[in-house]
């Protein structure tokens, strides 16, 4: 990140953004690629190139983009946001075409944009399956609908299934990556899509607030993880499955069947815990995890700075902390 090659990123002229884009565009699939600041960003920007105020969005009710944006759909594009009912994340090509309404079409908002998250954030890191992927996709085309895809963890998806991440990304007209998460930079996104398309994101990145000027020395790192942290990401699933089933051995329900990547949930309202309750406890005895959007669930992940020793000692912790008898529950399904 230091010796950086940079320039003037608004100009388009930051060889190191300039070359993290190319690279982002072939590692998805897609003909180009912007490099943005945030995730956020890059799901907000899809919006407004892909609809016109009034139209209708349409995804998992409980969509990162939908709880977790600050109602920027409808903030920054006008949307209408339709929440479907998912299970573990995904909905099905039925739900679809259900939810889409044909007739009257001078008084129902029109449906424009469906969007699918993959790795799909708070049913706790799940897959979406690839028939299920080609039905829903191939019914919103069906249906003349846009397709935009919250791949902030497209790679986790693609490691777990061992597909290529372009393969997963194919359907869409514009995909996020985050660059923060499992790749772990400190900043940047990608938002990926066709040339002219991509165009029209750059234009509304600056109308947005987000044009950058010397940004290579942050897209550096993104160079980095597309070299370097790809791979990896199978040793934190790996790991992520290794503290579940641990838990589940000493009586901390998880649901096993959503440990698909790097998260692992655990319900605390088996020890008669809110999420926040359980968050403290755990911090008390040495280990962090995060709530989630369920009120009694917690989230551990597993990450690069996350070791084998690491997560040896939280499979010991956490039960200690909570006072599980070994033997009980491996948790309810949620979401
Ligand atoms: C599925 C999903 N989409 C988008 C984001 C937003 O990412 P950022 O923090 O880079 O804006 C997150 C962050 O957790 C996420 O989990």
């Known amino acids: 990140m230091a010796n950086a090659e940079v320039g003037d990123d608004h100009a388009g002229e930051d060889p190191t953004v300039n070359e993290l884009e190319r690279r982002g565009a072939q590692l998805l699939g897609q003909e180009a690629a912007l490099f943005l600041p945030s995730a956020t960003l890059a799901n907000q920007l899809a919006f407004r190139v892909l609809s016109r105020p009034g139209e209708e969005l349409i995804g998992e009710e409980s969509a990162h983009v939908f709880i977790s944006e600050q109602g920027g759909p409808a903030v920054h594009s006008g949307l209408v946001c339709r929440g479907l009912a998912g299970r573990l994340g995904r909905f099905t090509g039925e739900q679809l075409r259900a939810a889409v309404r044909p007739d ?26 690839l028939d299920e992927l080609a039905d ?18 497209v790679l986790n998806a693609a490691i777990a ?25 400190p900043m940047g996104a990608v938002l990926a899509g066709s040339a002219p398309l991509i165009a029209e994101a750059r234009r509304l990145k600056h109308l947005f607030g987000g044009a950058t000027r ?19 990401l ?17 009586g901390v329900p998880v649901d096993l069947e959503r440990v698909e990547t790097n998260f692992v949930q655990i319900d605390m309202a088996a020890f008669g815990l809110t999420g926040a309750e359980g968050t403290q406890r755990l911090a008390a005895a040495g280990v962090g995890v995060t709530g989630t959007i369920h009120p009694t669930v917690v989230r551990a992940l597993t990450h690069l700075d996350v070791s084998d020793e690491d997560i040896e000692q939280a499979a010991r912790l956490i039960p200690q ?10 948790g309810a399904a949620r979401g």
């Open 104 to 129: 009257r079409p001078n008084y129902y908002p029109r449906s424009r944009i469906v969007t699918l998250e993959n790795t799909h954030n708070s049913a706790g890191g799940t897959v979406w399956r």
């Open 136 to 153: 829903v996709t191939a019914t919103a085309r069906e249906l003349g609908l846009a397709l935009h895809l919250d791949g902030s963890r």
């Open 161 to 185: 299934l061992g597909v290529p991440a372009a393969q997963l990304c194919a359907p869409f007209d514009l995909v996020t990556l985050c660059l923060t998460k499992g790749l772990g930079c």
């Open 214 to 232: 010397q940004a290579g020395i942050v897209a550096a790192a993104g160079i980095y993880a597309f070299d370097h942290n790809i791979d990896r």
């Open 234 to 250: 199978a040793d934190d699933h790996r790991r992520a499955r290794r503290l579940a089933e641990a838990l589940v051995a000493a």
């Open 321 to 330: 902390a909570l006072g599980a008898a070994a033997g009980a529950t491996t």
